[in-house]
């Protein structure tokens, strides 16, 4: 019984550090994704360009704040 619940502790923080990376990974492409559509915008309509800059920033702020927020819910699962 006692191996099994050391297994299973461990398996947990497998997953929770898996699930950390699987967040930056999903993190970056959003990102990136965000960046190439700004930047396609921008090219079809120049005059746009500074309303599509703040709207990009902002998104990229949210797309990171809840890649943060599931890295750090991960690093609890592993150090609790």
């Not at 800059?53 to 750090?72: K, P």
């Amino acid at each position: 019984m006692e191996l099994a619940m050391i297994l299973l502790e461990s398996m947990n923080q497998g997953l929770a550090g898996l699930g950390a990376g699987v967040a930056a990974i999903g993190a970056g492409i959003g990102v990136g994704r965000i960046g190439g559509s700004a930047l396609e915008a921008m090219a079809r309509q120049p005059e746009m360009s500074g309303d599509l800059r703040a709207n990009m920033i902002v998104a990229a702020a949210l797309v990171e704040g809840v890649a943060l927020f599931a890295v750090i819910v991960c690093l609890l699962v592993v150090f609790a």
